[in-house]
């Protein structure tokens, strides 16, 4: 990856952290983001790569903020003449049941996750767009979603989030493959300070899930596009796109009642009907 430029947002955090090292002891030059009260932790991590070896700087701000999202992407190549890759780590959670939760758990948590994903995605295709021509290598842009995605008591704003970040990748991927532009989803199951309650430090750490994230982020996965690839200890999976699982037809169409006499042929049996005990692995 030596030559290479990365920007890595909620780069203080756990995953972020451990990313961040990974690229750097990779040959990568850094950029770490993380909120203005990050300062101190930003550069004492920029410091630990430089002393590693590696090149890495730092960036705050909220990626929340279009207008900030667009002078990162700015600012990195003014400096760097070039942006590799962007894995978005910045997050938070605000758990609450759907009846309790409040109006700002809501906001605070779709907008860092949901609407952060889209103007850092945004801005950094449009400056790859505008270069295509002049790169004969690939770029990647690597969104972060969570198990959440699939349904998680408790957790309506950030399993809302990471669901729509799917979306978004998916569609990314698709509308900026003829650039040459990569855009895959990491689901990383690991001990953060999210996750201290429930995984263990030592079977799940950041620093597991960190090598599969550099590796979205580099041309040695220059053919993975449109993918959601799972990191959890010692494993890596892929992730299956949501896909039609039964269908019935009815001649002439359907109505009410058809509906109820066929409902196994439509739903499946009893067992099958009912989804609503969701224990997904948490992150």
Same mark, same amino acid.
Request: glycine letters at 12%; hydrophobic letters at 40%; a negative charge.
């Given at each position: 990856m030596d030559g290479t430029v990365?920007?890595?947002?909620?780069?203080?955090?756990?995953?972020?952290?451990?990313?961040?090292?990974?690229?750097?002891?990779?040959?990568?030059?850094?950029?770490?983001?993380? $909120?203005?009260?990050?300062?101190?932790?930003?550069?004492?991590?920029?410091?630990?790569? #430089?002393?590693?070896?590696?090149?890495?700087?730092?960036?705050?701000?909220d990626v929340t903020n279009f207008e900030y999202t667009e002078a990162l992407v700015a600012s990195v190549v003014d400096e760097y003449g070039r942006l590799d890759s962007i894995i978005n780590y910045a997050g938070l959670i605000r758990d609450s049941?759907?009846?309790?939760?409040?109006?700002?758990?809501?906001?605070?948590?779709?907008?860092?996750?949901?609407?952060?994903?889209?103007?850092?995605l945004r801005s950094a295709a #449009?400056?790859?767009?505008?270069?295509?021509?002049?790169?004969?290598?690939? #770029?990647?842009?690597?969104?972060?979603?969570?198990?959440?995605?699939?349904?998680?008591?408790?957790?309506?704003?950030?399993?809302?989030?990471?669901?729509?970040?799917?979306?978004?990748?998916?569609?990314?991927?698709?509308?900026?493959?003829?650039?040459?532009?990569?855009?895959?989803?990491?689901?990383?199951?690991?001990?953060?300070?999210?996750?201290?309650?429930? $995984?263990?430090p030592e079977e799940y750490p950041p620093e597991k899930v960190a090598p599969v994230a550099a590796f979205l982020a580099s041309e040695k996965a220059a053919d993975v596009s449109g993918c959601t690839i799972r990191a959890a200890g010692d494993s890596v999976g892929l992730v299956s796109n949501p896909e $039609?699982?039964?269908?019935?037809?009815?001649?002439?169409?359907w109505d009410v009642d058809a509906l109820e006499t066929r409902i196994e042929s439509v739903f499946g049996d009893e067992a099958n009907r009912s989804r609503t005990d969701l224990r997904p692995e948490r992150n």
């Open positions: 990365h920007i890595v947002t909620g780069g203080t955090g756990g995953l972020g952290s451990a990313t961040a090292r990974e690229l750097g002891a990779n040959g990568a030059t850094v950029v770490i983001n993380d $909120l203005p009260t990050q300062e101190t932790e930003a550069e004492t991590l920029a410091q630990e790569i #430089r002393a590693a070896g590696g090149t890495a700087t730092t960036d705050l701000g049941y759907l009846t309790k939760m409040t109006d700002a758990a809501w906001e605070q948590v779709t907008d860092v996750h949901l609407r952060g994903h889209f103007g850092l #449009r400056h790859w767009q505008t270069n295509a021509e002049e790169r004969s290598d690939g #770029r990647a842009f690597v969104c972060v979603t969570s198990p959440a995605a699939f349904g998680n008591v408790g957790q309506a704003n950030y399993a809302t989030a990471k669901a729509g970040v799917l979306g978004l990748m998916r569609t990314a991927a698709a509308e900026l493959d003829r650039f040459d532009v990569r855009v895959n989803a990491l689901l990383p199951i690991a001990h953060t300070t999210m996750t201290d309650s429930f $995984l263990d $039609l699982e039964r269908v019935a037809f009815n001649e002439g169409g």
